[in-house]
């Protein structure tokens, strides 16, 4: 079993920052991709942004590229996700998850039961 702790949400103003970090523990596989969901009040879980293994592989939802940026630190089984340039509508809980492959992060298929995710909250 694999455990994701999520933090480093919080309020912000619109065209604010925040980092978000993500922390894997438990019996994860010997190298996995990562990826950062959000859900909106009312909305369906999305993907947001995905890094393979290695970094080599970066993938974005269209609406965040640019401003979002996701990293990984494998050393301490982290992800990052600095967000730039929030606007109000990446208010949400953001999640984040792992698969061995990569374009299954992309596809939302995860392998790790869902976190409590870390609240964003961008005020206009």
């Known amino acids: 079993q694999v455990q994701l702790v999520e933090s480093g949400g919080g309020l912000v103003q619109a065209g604010g920052s925040l980092r978000l970090s993500c922390a894997a523990s438990?019996?994860?596989?010997?190298?996995?991709?990562m990826g950062w969901f959000r859900q909106a009040p009312g909305k369906e879980r999305e993907f947001v942004a995905a890094i393979s293994w290695g970094g080599g592989r970066i993938y974005y939802l269209d609406s965040v590229k640019g401003r979002f940026t996701i990293s990984r630190d494998n050393a301490k089984n982290t992800v990052y996700l600095q967000m730039n340039s929030l606007k109000p509508e990446d208010t949400a809980v953001y999640y984040c998850?792992?698969?061995?492959?990569?374009?299954?992060?992309?596809?939302?298929?995860?392998?790790?039961?869902w976190g409590q995710g870390t609240q964003v909250t961008v005020s206009s």
């Open positions: 998850n792992l698969n061995s492959e990569f374009y299954n992060i992309v596809r939302m298929r995860v392998l790790s039961p």
């Open positions: 438990g019996r994860t596989p010997s190298s996995y991709s």
